[in-house]
């Protein structure tokens, strides 16, 4: 993979080009140090044309570094947030880990495996599902008050933390206090594009890293967000990474306020 300094490239300079190791990558992708507060990360892959699927699952759109990159950001993550649409979309299991992976996690100071926390309205999860049965963290369900009981004491019955954070809606606010009282400020947030959505109109991302996976495909689907209301919100380069393959690895960082 190599990093391409895109203001190199306006100037026809190109030596500026390297290759990168997996510490190189690591650095690029480290989160801020000492944070007070929980950073919001997104991760998405999207074809050329904007695709985030192929038949209602984003498997066809993954190349070797956007699963080095997608892997690589579960392990420097406290905490993996996801809508409860991609978990079942996606049959959403537990994050995967080793004994190196574990030992790296370890020494960083994170704990050995991060768990999944996912936002749902209705709490209506399967409690079969890989989320519950096929993990070795409890899953954390982030919920509101309105959601059946019942829902949510089968949620609990398969081993799950059900945190209720709204009334009858889940702010991004509520999000976040959810997370920094569970002392988990780094997050990276799989999507999907609902709650993405919700996150940018409540000006609560931090970052999006965004692979274009080299493939065009048309379809119906959506793209990384939606929202009912349009909401710009300025972002600022952090990288560009280009592999040989012709997958874009990109991170955007929200300006720091107040300058
Ligand atoms: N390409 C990629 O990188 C990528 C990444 C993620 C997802 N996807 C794709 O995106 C599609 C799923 O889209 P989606 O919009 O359904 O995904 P989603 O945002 O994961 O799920 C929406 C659901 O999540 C819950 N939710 C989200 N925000 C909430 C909030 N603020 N408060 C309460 N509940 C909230 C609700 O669940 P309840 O209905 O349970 O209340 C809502 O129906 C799938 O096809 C998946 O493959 C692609």
């Known amino acids: 993979m190599q990093h391409i300094d895109i203001g190199t490239h306006v100037t026809g300079r190109r030596d500026g080009n390297r290759e990168l190791d997996d510490a190189a990558l690591a650095d690029l992708y480290a989160y801020p140090p000492d ?11 999207a074809s050329i044309d904007g695709a985030i699927a192929v038949d209602g699952v984003s498997g066809a759109l993954g190349t070797p570094s956007d699963h080095a990159v997608f892997h690589l950001l579960r392990e420097l993550a406290d905490i993996i947030l996801v809508g409860a649409g991609t978990v079942r979309a996606e049959d959403y299991g537990g994050a995967r880990t080793d004994e190196q992976l574990r030992e790296r996690r370890l020494a960083q100071g994170l704990t050995p495996v991060p768990p999944i926390a996912v ?16 993990t070795t963290e409890a899953p954390v369900v982030l919920t509101c008050t309105a959601a059946p009981e019942e829902n949510k004491r089968r949620l609990s019955d398969a081993g799950a933390r059900v945190i209720e954070i709204g009334d009858d809606r889940i702010t991004s606010v509520e999000i976040i206090d959810a997370l920094a009282e569970l002392g988990m400020p780094r997050v990276l947030c799989e999507g999907g ?10 000006d609560a991302v931090d970052e999006l890293c965004l692979t274009t996976s080299p493939l065009l495909v048309g379809g119906l689907e959506s793209r990384v967000s939606v929202s009912p209301t349009s909401t710009p919100r300025p972002m600022v380069r952090g990288h560009v990474l280009a592999d040989e393959d012709g997958t874009l690895l990109t991170r955007w960082v929200r300006p720091r306020r107040g300058g």
């Not at 944070?35 to 892959?45: C, E």
């Not at 594009?193 to 409540?202: K, V, W």
């Open 35 to 45: 944070l007070l507060a929980p950073w919001l990360r997104i991760n998405f892959v």
């Open 119 to 134: 936002v749902t309205l209705g709490a209506a999860l399967d409690p079969q599902a890989r989320l519950f049965t096929d």
């Open 193 to 202: 594009p609902s709650l993405f959505g919700q996150l940018i109109t409540d």
